[in-house]
């Protein structure tokens, strides 16, 4: 199998951009008989802020005639109060009342409450990307939802063009998606990750090989196996150098049985990269598959397949000749073979005439393909037997593999000693 790639792919987001404080807008004219409105502008005026909000807190009573007017009042007192104390949330609470005043009059002191729904967004933002610093993923996910949220606003159609700050807000915006779903990546919440990831690739801003690395992981963790491989042709032509998207595009060949379109993919690796001595073993595998065929039937160009088979083992052992599972693996191709002829032979020994000639033509077939699998068997062996306690995975069961097949190619080599050494070795293993 092609190795997969399984490091977590994070993007670091720097520390954000800082908050430009926008200018104060002119303070909206109150009706007279808002007597909080008022006393809330005067000490907004008078930069006694926290006057201010205590005034226009006392504004939201059932009694408020002008709920658009305290609205933005509130929004410019609380972000004044931001600006002065540098922390805290009050930003926040600015940014909930303009989130209600433009859903209820969208074009009410557009110019200003423009300028302070970008303020909210940036702080956001900021506040972001510090939790995801903090590794606090939920935190990120729902703080960055309001950027989205600034960006979304009246359906899209807000267009904040006309200040200078727009531009910059639509990094922030492809960034606040980026770290939403880098963090649910973290958290492992894939279904919650892919509709982030697949916005993030979508956008110039944020498109980049990484994000595609992610969004295959994450159909793979799912085992979406009906949308991994368009996702995974996009990456390959979008990338098609990046390693990992080509390693990920072997492996759904491999794991949905497409040896022959597999074969091409490999082929053109390989002339790629020469040197590359796994790709030449995952070649070698392809052919073997489509020789063999389905359900047992060969293919009709078994015998050339199987040629092209050991001259890509034969290239990947001279780049790698210290590959255990590299070396079992030419070795197998040998001894199956091997086992082939055996059981022929045994089937002409069972039978009521047996054709001694024929017996002994695949006999000395036989003999000569488990000698030319001795060499790897036995490299194999060399190799994992010094590292046995800690073999795991392939390496284990191909390790097993190796014992097993060396003490029947011992055995029909008359070699008893030899034989019996790998039964026993094949027995302490279980």
């Known amino acids: 199998m092609v190795s997969k790639l399984r490091s977590v792919v994070l993007f670091f987001i720097g520390a954000g951009f800082t908050i430009n404080a926008f200018a104060q807008a002119k303070p909206a004219k109150a009706s007279g008989d808002d007597k909080f409105i008022i006393s809330a502008l005067t000490a907004l005026k008078a930069n006694n802020l926290d006057d201010a909000r205590q005034e226009i807190d006392k504004a939201f009573t059932p009694e408020t005639k002008d709920k658009s007017k305290a609205l933005f009042v509130k929004a410019e007192i609380y972000i004044s109060l931001q600006e002065k104390n540098k922390a805290g949330g009050q930003y926040q609470e600015a940014a909930k009342s303009l989130f209600k005043l433009v859903e209820a009059k969208p074009d009410y002191e557009k110019a200003t409450v423009d300028q302070l729904l970008l303020y909210c967004g940036f702080a ?57 779903a880098n963090s649910a990546y973290s958290l492992s919440k894939y279904d919650e990750a892919i509709p982030f990831f697949t916005s993030a690739k979508n956008n110039p801003i944020t498109r980049s090989a990484p994000i595609y690395e992610c969004l295959i992981e994450e159909y793979n963790f799912q085992k979406n196996t009906k949308d991994i491989l368009a996702v995974i042709e996009e990456a390959r032509s979008a990338y098609p150098d990046d390693l990992f998207i080509r390693n990920q595009e072997l492996n759904y060949y491999i794991r949905a ?17 020469p040197n590359n001595s796994e790709i030449l073993n995952n070649l070698a595998f392809a052919y073997l598959s489509i020789a063999n065929g389905k359900d047992g039937k060969k293919a009709t160009n078994a015998a050339e397949l199987t040629a092209k088979a050991e001259d890509a083992f034969k290239a990947a052992l001279k780049l790698s ?20 002829l055996n059981e022929q032979m045994n089937a002409i020994a069972a039978s009521p005439a047996p054709d001694q000639k024929k017996y002994d033509d695949l006999k000395a077939k036989r003999d000569a393909l488990f000698l030319k699998s001795t060499p790897y068997l036995e490299k194999t062996y060399t190799i994992f037997s010094a590292n046995e306690a800690n073999l795991k995975g392939e390496d284990q069961v191909n390790y097993k593999g190796a014992v097993a097949a060396l003490g029947k190619v011992y055995a029909a080599q008359n070699k008893a000693d030899k034989a019996a050494d790998m039964n026993r070795k094949l027995d302490s293993l279980k």
């Open 124 to 180: 956001y933002y900021n506040d972001g990307v510090k939790a995801y610093g903090d590794h606090k993923f939920s935190e990120c996910i729902e703080i960055m939802k309001n950027v989205t949220k600034v960006r979304d606003i009246n359906g899209g159609a807000r267009k904040f063009d006309g200040l200078p700050q727009a531009k910059q807000f639509d990094t922030v915006c492809a960034n606040a998606l980026l770290s939403m």
């Open 257 to 273: 049985g497409k040896n022959e379109e597999l074969a091409k993919k490999l082929e053109a690796a390989a002339a790629k990269e």
């Open 321 to 340: 000749p210290e590959n255990g599972s590299g070396n079992y693996n030419f070795g197998a191709l040998y001894f199956n073979q091997g086992i082939d």
